[in-house]
């Protein structure tokens, strides 16, 4: 049944409508003829009855429906008909609740509902051959697989709400960022279609908008094209941005110094807040084709895309002096549009957990659409709920990616934020952006293997609604002390200097390290956490050691009278400060330092004190520090889980060898 004739449907009343729907001929009836959806007239049609061969009531049904005269049920009237004395009838009034509710107006405009699960909304923009003259569209429904071609508006939700658009002659109020972009790709000689979401989903409307939400995916994907709307070009700087963006993706020739001025433009390019939402992320991976505009400029994400990508691997150090973090964003966003993903649903959501979004449920509904390794059919769809409150979305999502992946790796995405820690400890809180994870993420990246000697994980939800989650594992060591928290790569400032103190108290003080190696090495790979500038797993260890004595060379010597006694002091060609110091920043930054009592040291999370345990899961690929719960006893160990670590020297099973050699048992670990 076409969309037309259940809006014919819609504007009878209930009883007969029934009728109709249990009619086995309803297919063979010529229903009466439609005006457009978006039309405002009140011009109606007339059809002649076809022939039922049900029985006589149908019959009669039929012929009342057929015979009578129905006003087109459009935005403005189809509230209206007419009844058997031929008066104007509001059936408005007769609608369930929510329906009335789904056809509030904005400032006069009026939505039509959207009567089919895969149906949407396109904006139909009228043209204009002036730029001021007011903007003004229609609004056309349509079944999303057999939509009319049309363009998707990736933009950010931005600005008062006092723009104005003329839809279907009547007012609707718009933010002003998106009536810019709208201004802006009106043509001005014909029609243009776009989709844009504030104006395509009936935001007052809960239900449509969350079964919009499971459509987003495929909006973008079946889209001609998506364009990206970064904002007005208010400071005239667009044009000179994309001309530096596309000499870095084309030029085969370095840039100059990332001292130098030329980069500032590039840098302005990246500070558009485009670059750090979250719903983008989806938006532009899903792209077929896509183009970025600022203002009156506009240039190929497939050039932003390559100019990122060289940045980001040849350029760190303009990243650093000129503070640019989207490019990271960027990177991300090229990377999952141009192949198939091949990741996990933990993963998505963990490279894209710094990313902003307006409410805390839509760090998991805006990923929702992506077809992950491990969601291929409905096995992560998430059914958004209306009651569902935010912890509760949360510890679905989490239970479901344990059960799935057999590993502990969600535990690495464990953060808390505030002393008072958020119970579940052991489910993520997406909503919460503080530290890079320990653990490298990613299926094809060398990880750690901290439980490798340990059976596989047994993973059991006990208590209250399955609240506790019951493992197995060993404890380790105790922490004994702990520094203070390191800064950022945000204060490049405070970093150095936090780096310089701390090893030069440790340097001063420590006693040979457990497992004999040198301090100098202990003391790089626990602060980088054994991983480089790009948060992979470091392969060749000597340049990595030989960037830890460039940085102590140059930013040491202040406090160390330019001495450096480390054993892997030689000149080797190459060597990068400041790559070691990206390295320590993407690590430390937000966790601290800390020693055991058997001589280990470590870096854990910001919330670490005196007492914590370091401890092996089985299933982990790093140790953990866990807390002893108040009500903890031999028979219930009860723990909260303060987040992933590492301690140098038991990253690779060397914590699992007593219990490998029958010489210690694994013990229960119930998580609060």
């Not at 509001?90 to 089919?116: C, D, F, V, W």
């Amino acid at each position: 049944m076409s969309a037309r004739e259940l809006n014919v449907l819609y504007a009878l009343d209930p009883k007969e409508r029934r009728k109709l729907e249990s009619c086995k001929a309803l297919s063979s009836v010529v229903l009466p003829r439609i005006v457009d959806a978006s039309s405002t007239g009140p011009g109606t049609t007339t059809t002649k009855g076809g022939k039922c061969t049900c029985d006589a009531q149908h019959s009669r049904t039929m012929r009342r429906v057929t015979n009578r005269q129905i006003r087109g049920p459009t935005i403005s009237t189809v509230d209206k008909r007419l009844n058997r004395n031929g008066r104007r009838e509001n059936i408005a009034s007769r609608m369930p609740r929510k329906s009335r509710k789904a056809n509030r107006t904005h400032q006069g405009y009026r939505y039509e509902p959207l009567l089919l699960p895969r149906m949407i909304r396109v904006i139909e923009i009228d043209p204009s051959q002036e730029c001021t003259s007011p903007l003004s569209c229609h609004l056309k429904i349509a079944q999303l697989d057999a939509a009319p071609p049309y363009e998707a508006l990736s933009y950010r939700w931005c600005g008062p709400k006092d723009g104005l658009l003329l839809c279907c002659g009547k007012d609707l109020s718009i933010r002003r960022n998106l009536k810019d972009a709208l201004t802006r790709l009106r043509l001005p000689d014909v029609r243009r279609y776009i989709w844009a979401d504030a104006v395509c989903i009936n935001q007052d409307d809960h239900r449509e908008r969350l079964g919009q939400i499971k459509l987003m995916g495929d909006i973008y994907r079946k889209a001609s094209r998506v364009i990206v709307w970064l904002g007005e070009d208010t400071d005239n700087e667009a044009q000179q941005s994309l001309d530096r963006l596309e000499s870095i993706a084309l030029s085969h020739h370095d840039p100059p110094p990332p001292q130098d001025s030329w980069w500032n433009p590039v840098a302005a390019f990246y500070r558009r807040e485009w670059f750090s939402r979250l719903w983008v992320f989806q938006e532009i991976a899903m792209a077929t084709s896509a183009s970025v505009h600022w203002g009156a400029s506009s240039i190929s994400w497939e050039t932003v895309g390559r100019a990122s990508v060289r940045i980001r691997t040849l350029h760190l150090q303009a990243i650093m002096y000129h503070v640019m973090p989207n490019v990271y964003n960027a990177y991300l966003f090229y990377k999952n549009s141009t192949m198939d993903c091949q990741e996990s649903f933990l993963y998505m959501l963990q490279v894209t957990r710094k990313l902003q979004c307006g409410f805390r449920k839509d760090s998991i509904y805006a990923l929702s659409g992506f077809a992950t390794v491990d969601i291929k059919t409905d096995d992560f769809t998430v059914e958004p709920g209306v009651k569902e409150g935010t912890m509760s979305l949360y510890r679905r999502i989490a239970r479901k990616i344990l059960r799935r992946m057999r590993t502990l790796d969600l535990l690495s995405a464990v953060q808390h934020e505030s002393p008072t820690i958020s119970r579940p400890t052991w489910v993520p809180r997406w909503d919460i952006r503080l530290v890079n994870t320990l653990a490298p993420l990613g299926s094809t990246v060398s990880k750690y293997t901290a439980s490798r000697q340990l059976p596989p994980p047994s993973i059991k939800w006990t208590g209250n609604r399955g609240r506790i989650l019951r493992t197995l594992g060993v404890e380790f060591d105790t922490i004994v002390e702990v520094k203070q928290e390191m800064a950022g790569l945000q204060n490049r400032c405070k970093m150095t200097a936090a780096i310089i103190n701390v090893l030069t108290q440790w340097f001063n003080t420590a006693s040979p390290y457990p497992t004999g190696e040198p301090l100098d090495r202990v003391g790089c790979f626990t602060l980088t956490a054994g991983k480089d500038a790009y948060g992979m797993r470091v392969e060749d260890e000597s340049q990595h050691l030989a960037n830890f004595t460039a940085f102590w060379a140059k930013y040491g010597q202040a406090t160390n009278q330019n001495q450096t006694p480390f054993s892997c002091g030689e000149v080797i060609l190459g060597r990068d400060a400041d790559s070691f110091l990206m390295a320590a920043g993407f690590a430390s930054g937000g966790r601290k330092l800390f020693h055991t009592a058997t001589g280990y040291v470590g870096i854990g999370p910001g919330l670490s004190q005196r007492g914590d345990i370091v401890c092996v899961l089985a299933g982990g690929t790093v140790p953990f520090v866990v807390r002893r719960d108040a009500y903890s006893s031999r028979r219930r160990r009860r723990f909260e889980l303060i987040g992933e670590s590492y301690v140098h020297g038991i990253m690779h099973g060397e914590a699992t060898s007593r219990y490998a050699n029958g010489e210690q048992a694994t013990v229960a670990f119930n998580i609060i």
